[in-house]
């Protein structure tokens, strides 16, 4: 069982439009589709703290990976699992960064603010730790 089982109706409903969408695209276009989401959410928040809006984000990425098949190969997909929720993916894309050196440096050729977005997540897994679905 993953992280999507574990959702709010609302929200794996945006993860099944996501699935929808992103399927057909390549990876580069699914990256910056949910990078979008993400400036999307922060732009639209009324509360002065973004970490709710962060964590719910890492959890929508989250499950959206699990229905298109994480690949450690390409590199956008490589960040997207660096910060999920899934420690195997996780661990599978630290560990291929940490054989690649350029390969982060290609993510933030493609996405400049990346190291922002991977600090917003630690801040916010710092404030208030992300349970993940095993833990439920």
């Not at 990078?35 to 922060?42: F, N, P, S, V, Y």
């Amino acid at each position: 069982m993953g992280l999507y089982e574990h959702l709010p109706a609302d929200i794996r409903a945006t993860v099944d439009a996501l699935v929808v969408e992103l399927t057909p695209q390549a990876w580069s276009t699914r990256f910056l589709a949910l990078i979008g989401l993400l400036g999307e959410k922060l732009e639209s928040r009324t509360e002065p703290e973004p970490w709710q809006l962060i964590q719910q984000w890492a959890g929508i990425v989250t499950a959206t990976l699990e229905h298109l098949r994480p690949d450690s190969s390409i590199v956008e997909c490589l960040g997207l699992m660096s910060i999920s929720f899934n420690d195997q993916w996780r661990a599978q894309a630290l560990g291929q960064i940490e054989r690649d050196p350029r390969a982060l440096d290609r993510l933030v050729a493609v996405c400049p603010a990346w190291e922002d977005i991977v600090g917003s997540v630690l801040e916010a897994n710092q404030r208030r730790p992300i349970k993940s679905g095993r833990g439920r």
